[in-house]
T-cell receptor, first 116, second 114 residues
């Protein structure tokens, strides 16, 4: 199993440009997440999905959109990049335990995005 | 609201010394608790988790953590630090009865002195 993979690993954008980050998991997990990590702030949840065709906002959703057309893929889009979106982006996925609680999350290797 | 607090953004210990990373949580319902480790330029990797079974949880690389409900704590320990333990450590809580989210602490960077 490849686990959770992210594409691309690095990207530099100019302000106003758009891009899509791709996350793929091969563990048949129901839940998928996008986080951003900034120094001293831990991980902040951007958007998440509890199943194919469903998405929900997290803690810092502004400026981002997501889609989950297939169970194994979760896409994060930036329509008009801003310097404040310079960050490391992590995708994660998890399964659902009996009783509805989520199991531990499995993380991808991250995408380092710089917006100039 | 549920939250998790990690005391100390940076901890430095000598090789062979005890490692103690502190984590306190707030939750109105019994939580699941996790410790993750992040090595430079990598994603997060699960060290251990508490899911309401044994209160003392053993993880990978010699780490363990004890769930103390009365203190709302889940501190991470390792008896003898190794240079390879240098990394960032995150405590996380999954407190909801139908959890779809995990709340992460701000992280503690562990440095090991030779």
């Amino acid at each position: 199993n490849a686990g959770v993979t992210q594409t691309p690993k690095f990207r530099v954008l100019k302000t106003g440009q758009s891009m899509t980050l791709l996350c793929a998991q091969d563990m048949n997990h129901e839940y998928m997440y996008w986080y951003r990590q900034d120094p001293g702030m831990g991980l902040r949840l951007i958007h998440y999905s509890v199943g194919e065709g469903t998405t929900a906002k997290g803690e810092v959703p502004d400026g981002y959109n997501v889609s989950r057309l297939k169970k194994q893929n979760f896409l994060l889009g930036l329509e008009s990049a801003a310097p404040s979106q310079t960050s490391v982006y992590f995708c994660a996925s998890t399964s659902v335990l009996a009783g509805g609680k989520s199991n531990e999350q499995y993380f991808g290797p991250g995408t380092r995005l710089t917006v100039t | 609201a549920q939250s998790v607090t990690q005391l100390g953004s940076h901890v430095s210990v000598s090789e062979g010394a005890l490692v103690l990373l502190r984590c306190n949580y707030s939750s109105s319902v019994p939580p699941y608790l996790f410790w993750y480790v992040q090595y430079p330029n990598q994603g997060l990797q699960l060290l251990l988790k508490y899911t309401s079974a044994a209160t003392l949880v053993k993880g990978i690389n010699g780490f363990e953590a004890e769930f103390k409900k009365s203190e709302t704590s889940f501190h991470l320990t390792k008896p003898s630090a190794h240079m390879s333990d240098a990394a960032e450590y995150f405590c996380a809580v999954s407190p909801y009865s139908s959890a779809s989210k995990i709340i992460f602490g701000s992280g503690t960077r562990l440095s090991i002195r030779p």
